[in-house]
Structure formats: C-alpha cells, structure tokens
C-alpha cells in the first residue's frame, strides 16, 4: 500500500521539487498540499509546469487534518514556521522530515545563528539530523541537513576521520546558485544585479557554520571550527564547494585517493571522480548525487576536496524523500534514480 504524504510549503522552490519527485515515487501518494498565502488555488495555477500532472487544491494549514490523512508530513516552510507549527506532530509522535533549520542546532546555538528564539529544548531533543548518505534516519522527526551543510560535509567526512591535517586549516568556499535562496524576491536576486556577476554574502554569519561543526566534532572532537565563505554566482540550481585542508603528513595523492574510495564504496549516491578530475556544477543537476573529485598539491601540502549538488534535490527535497525512504524501510533511491539534466 502506498504511504500518504502531505507538503507544507508546497508552493515554495523545495516545496514544488518534492512534488515533481515524488510524483514517481512508486510507493507514494501525495494526498495533502498545504501553504499560507495561495491557500485555495490550485498547484497548477501557481505552477502551470504541472498543468495536467498536479491539480490538487492548496490548503491552509491544519495539523489534525494532516494527521488524520496522512502518514506522513513534509515541511519545506521557511526557518520559524515549523518550531511553532510542527509540535504537534511531536506531540502525537507523527513522522515530519523538516526541510528548515528549526530543529537542527540545540536552542543556544539556534538563537545565535538565527537570531530568533528556539523552540523548547524537549522538542528538539526529539529531532534526528539526518545525513541520508552517511545514517539512517529512524526518529520520526528528521531535520534535513542543510545545502551547503550537505555538499560540505560529504566532502569533508573522510578526512575529518584522520588525523593527516591540521585541524584549524579547514577553509570552504561555497557557491550556490540563486535558487537556494527560494522564491521570494530581494535585492540581490534581481536579474540585473546577479547576471554576468558574483557576491559574497553573509561573512562568518552563515547559519550554516554551527551545523557543520557540529556533525565535523562527531567525527574529530579536535576540529574547532571552520572558516566558510559563501557565494551567490548567476545559476539556477547547483552547489559547488571548494575545501581547502593543510595536510601535516607526508602521504601521496593516491593514499588519500584510496581512503576516500574506501569509505564511500557502495553509496549509491556519491560518485567519487576518477583521480586527477574534478566535477563540474553543472553534472549533478537535476540529480539526487554528489560528486567529489581531490588534488593534492605536494608543495604547499593543500589538500583540495571539490563537491557537487543540486541544492533542490540532494540540498532539500532529494535528501528529504531518501530521508523519508530510510525511515519507513523502503529502498533509499525509489523516487531518486535521476539522470542530470545536461546540457
Ligand atoms: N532552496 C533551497 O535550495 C533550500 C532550501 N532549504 C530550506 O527549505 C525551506 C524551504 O525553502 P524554499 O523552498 O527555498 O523556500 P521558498 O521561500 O521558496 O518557499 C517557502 C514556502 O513556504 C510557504 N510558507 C511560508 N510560511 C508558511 C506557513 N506559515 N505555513 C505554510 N506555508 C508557509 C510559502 O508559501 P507562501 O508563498 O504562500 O507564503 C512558500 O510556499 C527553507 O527552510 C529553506 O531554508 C533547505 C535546503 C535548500
Ligand atoms: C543562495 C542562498 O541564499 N542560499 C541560502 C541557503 C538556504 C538554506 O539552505 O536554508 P537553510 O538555512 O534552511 O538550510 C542561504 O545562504 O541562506
């Protein structure tokens, strides 16, 4: 029997790619479509790409309905919508996979890097942050890691096990397309400004920084920190993540190859480069995979690591649904097996 999925923030960016993806789920019916101020429309008149394919009616929020329909429930809301909004689900304990950054951090690091309250530490406690590639999600509240937490972290989870660097030498460089900064308008999302140009945004203040962290510590406690850098670079979708490591030991390319190669074998969604290639945004796009590709410059001992995603898919919805999969025991790729879109 098919499970029952509701989508809150439907008519948003993750909102509207989790209902392009799970249409071919096969063990997936989308049965609730939920938003705030196009309640009452239907999908395909925001969305005239699924004219014929989605024409449910989007609905305002209500919890019990969602409940009482549905076996489980997506939020693909902005950050502050699901820490009021998604209690009682906890409360019931009714499985949510959470798109926002509500219930990633504990409450003291959540109002540092969102300069908001948190949400009872009761409730957060219940929440799982949820690596699809590297756990297996199982609490019924998964937090869905972030899209430049995501590209980073896989990036770096080898060699965050080894003690072959310098632990304060780790720089990231991110770029995101413009998408990742979902549907609503704002200065620097203007086709004018973001066409032929590059911006770096929110110096030492991404709210992505403490998630990183956090998860690099339960893999090395001996990492203090990072230092991460983003960037908005005119495209629509993909994330692109150069890490820049200090290796303290004398080891070739091919070592660090082979430990890579080691630890990623058999995932089915990361895709290490052949040596000596590094991957290009734009080959995972429409895609559910990350692509990492290493270099190894033997004479400043710097080891670069390069990732790859899509920000919708493997950064939000992809990740979400292999989330969801992991939890009710289905095969983690059904509704995933994407070949990029290229060119
Ligand atoms: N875009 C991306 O690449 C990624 C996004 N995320 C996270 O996923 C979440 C969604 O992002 P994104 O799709 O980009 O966001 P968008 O801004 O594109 O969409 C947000 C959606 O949430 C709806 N919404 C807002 N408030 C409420 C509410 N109170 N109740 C119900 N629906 C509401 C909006 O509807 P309306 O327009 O009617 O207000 C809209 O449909 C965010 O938390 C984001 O940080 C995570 C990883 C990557
Ligand atoms: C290009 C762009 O603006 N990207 C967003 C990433 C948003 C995101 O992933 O949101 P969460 O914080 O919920 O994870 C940003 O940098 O804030």
């Known amino acids: 029997m098919k499970k029952k999925v509701a989508i809150v923030g439907v008519t948003g960016y993750s909102g509207v790619e989790l209902v392009r993806l799970l249409l071919t789920h096969p063990s997936v019916e989308?049965?609730?479509?939920?938003?705030?101020?196009?309640?009452?429309?239907?999908?395909?008149?925001q969305y005239p790409s699924l004219s014929s394919i989605c024409e449910q009616e989007i609905q305002v929020f209500d919890a019990k309905k969602i409940m009482e329909e549905n076996d489980a429930v997506f939020f693909a809301t902005p950050s502050g919508v699901s820490k009021k909004d998604a209690i009682s689900f906890i409360q019931a304990d009714f499985p949510v996979i959470d798109l926002s950054g509500d219930f990633r951090l504990n409450q003291e690091e959540y109002e540092k890097w969102y300069h908001s309250p948190a949400c009872e530490q009761k409730y957060l406690d219940k929440a799982q942050y949820s690596l699809a590639d590297l756990e297996r999600a199982e609490k019924h509240y998964i937090a869905n890691p972030g899209c430049y937490a995501t590209a980073t972290l896989l990036a770096l989870h080898p060699i965050a096990q080894t003690d072959w660097f310098d632990v304060e030498s780790i720089?990231?460089?991110?770029?995101?397309?413009?998408?990742?900064?979902?549907?609503k308008l704002s200065e620097t999302s203007h086709f004018s400004f973001i066409s032929d140009n590059l911006f770096l945004y929110k110096q030492n203040q991404h709210q992505h920084i403490p998630e990183i962290v956090q998860k690099l510590q339960t893999w090395n406690e001996e990492i203090p920190y990072i230092q991460f850098q983003t960037t908005l670079v005119p495209a629509t979708r993909g994330i692109f993540i150069s890490c820049y490591i200090k290796m303290k030991k004398e080891l070739s390319e091919q070592d660090i190859y082979d430990w890579y190669e080691r630890v990623y074998k058999g995932k089915k969604f990361i895709?290490?480069?052949?040596?000596?290639?590094?991957?290009?945004m734009k080959q995972v796009v429409g895609s559910n995979y990350c692509d990492i590709g290493l270099s190894y410059n033997s004479t400043t001992h710097v080891l670069t690591v390069v990732s790859v995603i899509d920000n919708l898919i493997k950064g939000a919805a992809g990740q979400a649904i292999q989330n969801f999969n992991q939890l009710f025991g289905m095969d983690e790729t059904l509704g995933l097996q994407l070949a990029p879109v290229f060119p």
């Open 30 to 45: 989308i049965n609730g479509l939920y938003a705030h101020s196009t309640a009452g429309q239907l999908m395909n008149e």
């Open 171 to 183: 720089i990231v460089d991110a770029k995101s397309g413009l998408s990742g900064a979902g549907k």
């Open 271 to 280: 895709r290490l480069q052949n040596k000596n290639t590094l991957p290009s």
